[in-house]
């Protein structure tokens, strides 16, 4: 069975730092790319970051760009999202989702069940 | 980066109605349109892949539909499990997903 269980978050005052974990099992986690999607309270979702199978490429969406760090380490099967420099609009909660991708179709087809960023003094 | 215009925000129905809810891509985007579905303190649960596949172990009653730029997705007919918000999420450019603002269907 597909689980990915996140872990790491919490409050932090604002210009803080926090790092966000992402525990994967029950697939070959080496094989996919993995990605960071937030939901601000009463708020759609919204995309923020990529990292590629083997971690050599990384994407951010302009909000996060140059305060967050996508890494993943395959041989714990684990990824991560280190967040600086954090905001009262950074306040969310972030899930990790695996994407499928195959010829013409590319989804989010599991995801984590989100972990609660509080930004406030 | 692609934006995605999801009607209505919100709408009232009753259990046995139809429901269709929209996506419009700022530009062509094929078919590299899904469609989610998320009720309250849950995770997105993915319905239809490739605006048109339907997820398995995902009724019958919901199907996708569209191409290039818009898309739609149908509930037959509502049950009341069906209570939850949707969102379409555009997968076409690398790395660079988005999602539409949400559909909140509620009991009228």
């Known amino acids: 069975e597909v689980q990915l269980v996140e872990s790491g978050g919490g409050l932090v005052q604002p210009g803080g730092s926090l790092g966000l974990s992402c525990a994967a099992s029950g697939f070959t986690f080496s094989n996919y790319a993995m990605h960071w999607v937030r939901q601000a309270p009463g708020k759609g979702l919204e995309y923020i970051s990529a990292v590629s199978s083997n971690g050599g490429s990384t994407y951010y969406a302009n909000s996060v760009k140059g305060r967050f760090t996508i890494s993943r380490d395959n041989a714990k099967n684990t990824l991560y999202l280190q967040m600086g420099s954090l905001r009262a609009e950074d306040m969310a909660v972030y899930y990790c989702a695996r994407a499928e991708c195959s010829g013409t179709r590319c989804y989010f087809d599991y995801w984590g069940q989100g972990s609660l960023v509080t930004v406030s003094s | 980066d692609i934006q995605m215009t999801q009607s209505p925000s919100s709408l009232s129905a009753s259990v046995g109605d139809r429901v269709t809810i929209t996506c419009r891509a700022s530009?062509?985007?094929?078919?590299?349109l899904n469609w989610y579905q998320q009720k309250p303190g849950k995770a997105p649960k993915l319905l239809i892949y490739a605006a048109s596949s339907l997820q398995s172990g995902v009724p019958s009653r919901f199907s996708g539909s569209g191409s290039g730029t818009d898309f739609a997705l149908t509930i037959s007919s509502l049950q009341p499990e069906d209570f939850a918000t949707y969102f379409c999420l555009q997968s076409y450019t690398t790395a660079t997903w988005t999602f539409g603002q949400g559909t909140k269907v509620e009991t009228k």
């Open positions: 530009q062509t985007i094929s078919n590299y």
